[in-house]
């Protein structure tokens, strides 16, 4: 079985985070994803709420430099409590 990606890298990559709408969810996604993602800009984050409001959607394209790099941000973006679901 090959390790190799299916990914090329460098590449636009949106990846999608689902929890409560609140402001420690929000601010603890974007800490997150710029830990990984210094440069992050401001456009490259879309936010949307759920039909009634109880949940948050933020989606982030950033620009993947690696697998490593998206295997690491997954893993930080999946063990945060604040994070119901990381797509």
């Known amino acids: 079985m090959s390790n190799k990606s299916?990914?090329?890298?460098?590449?636009d990559?949106?990846?999608k985070i689902m929890g409560d709408n609140?402001?420690?969810?929000e601010?603890?996604?974007?800490?997150?994803?710029?830990?990984?993602?210094p440069n992050l800009g401001e456009a490259a984050?879309?936010?949307?709420?759920?039909?009634?409001?109880?949940y948050l959607g933020?989606?982030?394209?950033?620009r993947a430099e690696s697998q490593p790099q998206l295997d690491a941000?997954?893993?930080e973006l999946t063990a945060c409590t604040l994070s119901k679901m990381v797509l």
């Open 13 to 15: 990559f949106p990846i």
């Open 73 to 75: 941000l997954y893993r």
């Open 45 to 54: 984050i879309q936010q949307r709420k759920s039909s009634k409001g109880n």
């Open 27 to 37: 601010t603890e996604v974007i800490r997150i994803v710029r830990q990984h993602v």
């Open 22 to 25: 609140c402001i420690e969810f």
């Open 6 to 11: 299916l990914i090329e890298f460098p590449c």
């Open 58 to 62: 933020i989606t982030v394209t950033i």
